[in-house]
Every structure is written in structure tokens, then in C-alpha cells.
């Protein structure tokens, strides 16, 4: 994670403009956990049309600057472009810095990268849509979509590097016909249209033996999978993991309607760089394809994440950082941190699904309260939480 260290005890009064980078607000932490006695601040940033939050605390005798882990933005070079303009605005002698930006012959298709929030209000498209779940190298994905330029693909991958990598080749093979989003995939499909889907590709996931609820199989994925395929269109899992094969194999053999193909080590026409060393190895590969054969309505996802007008000192005296647990979803107020401006401040919460749980930050400026970066999305257990959050804060 881009971060610099640096010996300057000088804090610098909020908003102020360096680089072009915007510094908006520097808000402090109330540690309302008696047992943290941690100072840390979190400094409000827009940058290129983007919002996000730098992290500022004490590190032995230095001070530390670093990437707010909640509010994380693609590409990172915004994050060390803010990095950068702030110690140079406060003149800091700097200790460690991993936050070189080098100028690169080619720059990458930004375009295509889209936030999730353009998939709940904008997406809009006509062609058959194909969807790779954790699409690495880029390799199948590029592949794919150099092979059929009429269909609308979309690429998720919460690895940066990755990420990069894949928008460098959109532009130098010239392939304008890919989406990317950095989000999780388990709950992406909720913002795809019914039956608009051709294909789904999960290549290679994550096995994880020791955490199976992080898996992105799941009887949940499977329907919501199977409400976004068009009638015929599958759902293609490849696995050099046997257990993690039978897993699979197992929920979809408990489907109530489907048709499942099963191979072993089937030659694609395409393989990753890991597939092909695997395969020098002697591992065997399986390939589990379901086939849709039902037809979906479509869902809803309009909603009010607003709030009315809040009262942030009487929240200041019920805080409290134990979890709030409901049968379908919990709240965890994990900090809260204030602003010099009266009842205004940030509060950082984990909610939603148990499975799935969201964080966020909700920024509050003179009572009046909203999500930063815009509101969660719209799924039923974080709707649940916002409700409840919506008590609490009044």
C-alpha cells in the first residue's frame, strides 16, 4: 500500500489546493474506545473527479501518510499523487516513500474503468453480455473479446496491479469492447439486468480450504447467476483444486433445474500462465459448466439511503463499539472522527450481510449527514442496516 513516513509535526489547516489535488477537510479521532488511545486523522481528498481519504498517524517517532483502506481508488497513482502533494505542501523531510509515480509509454484505457456505482444508474446495453470473475493476467479476458467484438464484457478483479495491466492492453491491442470494476463479485451480479447474460467465466478462483464463506461459489451466487443468464447461457467454473471442484459440483447437483457438463482437463484455446504451469506439473484441471434453462423478472433496486437531520453530539454519548446484530444483517461503529467545524465529523461503520459486510464512512457536515463516496448499494441487508442507522443517528 502506497504510504511515506516523515519527521514534520506540522499539521496544516483544511481546504487547500496542491498539485491540483483538493484537500477538503482533516477530521480527528474522538477514540471513543477507551482502550485505543491512538491519535489518527482522516484527510478528505477529491482528486480527477474522485473522492477518497489519506490516513495520517504517529509511527515511532515519525509520522506516516497512507491510503485509507475503505475508500480505495483506482488507478493508484491518484493515491500517491495526494500522498506526494501533501508533504510537499507541509514541507516534510521524509524518511520512506514507495509512492514514485514513473511516467509510462503507455498509459492505460481509464475509460473502461468503471465505479459500481455506474453498473446500479448508467449500464445500458443492447449486446449480449459476458462476465469474468477474477480475470488475472487478462489473458482469457482479451482473448475473448478480441474474438467476439459485438459482445459487451466486463472484467472483476479487486487485484490493482491486475487491473492496470489489463487497461494497458485494452489500448495497445485496441479492444474497446471490455468494462472493468473492482468489486466483489459475490454481490455484483445484484446490479445486472435479468437474463441478459450469454456467459460467466470463474477461472481459477481462490480455493479458500481455511475461510469457505469468502468462496464465490455459493447457493446464493448460483441464483443470482442464474437469474442473469439468458435461457441456455452458462456458468463455467475452472479449478485446479479438487476440493474445491467437489464443492462446487455438490451445490449444483442440489439445483432443482439445470443441465451440468463435467470435463477433465479440457484444452481451451486459451490458458493462463498458471494453467500452463500447472499443467507441466501433472494437475489435473476440472471444468464444471451449468447451462440456464429458466427465465427471471427483473428486479428493483431503486432506494433512499438518505438521512434526516442527525444529532452528532448526542451520538457522541451513546457510541458505542459493540456490534449491533440483527437476524439478517449487523452494524459495527468501528471510529468516529471530528472536524473543527461544529457537529461535523466522519463515522466509520461495517454493516450489511455477515457473509458480505460493507464499510463505509458517513460524512457528516453540520448535522446533516450522506455517505461518502456515494451511497452503498441496494441490496436487502443493507437497506435493513441504513434503517437502523437512520434511528440511531437521530
Not at 485446479?240 to 484455446?269: A, H, M, P, Q, W
Request: glycine content about 4%.
Amino acid at each position: 500500500m502506497p504510504h511515506i513516513v516523515f519527521n514534520n509535526e506540522k499539521n496544516i489547516k483544511t481546504p487547500f489546493e496542491k498539485n491540483g489535488v483538493d484537500f477538503k477537510f482533516c477530521a480527528k479521532s474522538y477514540n471513543f474506545n477507551k482502550e485505543d488511545r491512538r491519535v489518527e486523522y482522516k484527510i478528505g481528498v477529491s482528486y480527477e473527479s474522485k473522492d477518497f481519504l489519506l490516513t495520517l498517524k504517529d509511527k515511532n517517532d515519525n509520522r506516516m501518510l497512507k491510503a485509507d483502506k475503505v475508500t480505495r481508488v483506482t488507478p493508484v497513482t491518484l493515491v500517491k499523487d495526494a500522498l506526494n502533494a501533501y508533504v510537499e505542501e507541509i514541507g516534510a523531510n521524509i524518511v520512506f516513500s514507495n509512492t514514485n509515480s514513473f511516467n509510462q509509454k503507455i498509459e492505460p484505457k481509464k475509460e473502461y474503468l468503471k465505479d459500481i456505482q455506474y453498473f446500479v444508474d448508467d449500464f445500458k446495453t443492447n449486446k449480449e453480455i459476458q462476465i469474468e470473475i477474477g480475470f488475472g493476467s487478462g489473458r482469457h479476458l482479451l482473448y475473448q473479446a478480441k474474438k467476439n467484438p459485438n459482445v459487451q464484457f466486463i472484467g472483476l478483479e479487486i487485484h490493482t496491479p491486475s487491473i492496470e495491466q489489463l487497461l494497458k492492453q485494452l489500448k495497445i491491442q485496441e479492444i474497446d469492447n471490455v468494462l472493468v470494476v473492482n468489486y466483489d463479485a459475490r454481490l455484483f451480479m445484484e446490479f445486472i439486468d435479468s437474463n441478459k447474460v450469454g456467459k460467466i467465466f470463474v477461472h481459477f478462483p481462490v480455493p479458500w480450504d481455511k475461510k469457505p464463506h469468502r468462496r464465490i461459489y455459493s447457493n446464493e451466487f448460483i441464483d443470482e447467476a442464474l437469474r442473469v443468464l439468458m435461457p441456455k447461457g452458462t456458468l463455467e467454473l475452472r479449478s485446479d483444486s479438487r476440493k474445491y471442484f467437489d464443492y462446487c459440483v455438490e451445490l449444483l447437483t442440489n439445483l432443482n433445474s439445470g443441465k451440468i457438463t463435467i470435463d477433465i482437463n479440457k484444452d481451451l484455446e486459451v490458458s493462463s500462465k498458471y494453467e500452463d504451469r500447472w499443467k507441466k506439473q501433472g494437475k489435473n484441471i476440472y471444468d464444471v459448466v451449468l447451462q440456464c434453462q429458466r427465465e427471471d423478472e427483473d428486479i428493483d433496486l431503486k432506494y433512499d439511503f438518505s438521512f434526516g437531520k442527525i444529532n452528532l453530539e448526542k451520538f457522541k454519548d451513546i457510541i458505542s463499539n459493540k456490534p449491533m446484530l440483527d437476524e439478517n444483517f449487523f452494524i459495527h461503529i468501528e471510529d468516529l472522527f471530528l472536524l473543527d467545524e461544529p457537529n461535523s465529523g466522519l463515522i466509520e461503520v461495517t454493516f450489511g450481510s455477515f457473509n458480505r459486510p460493507l464499510s463505509k464512512y458517513i460524512y457528516i457536515e453540520n448535522n446533516k449527514a450522506s455517505y461518502y463516496q456515494g451511497s452503498p448499494l441496494p441490496t436487502s441487508s443493507n437497506i435493513k442496516a441504513h434503517e437502523r442507522l437512520k434511528e440511531i443517528l437521530k
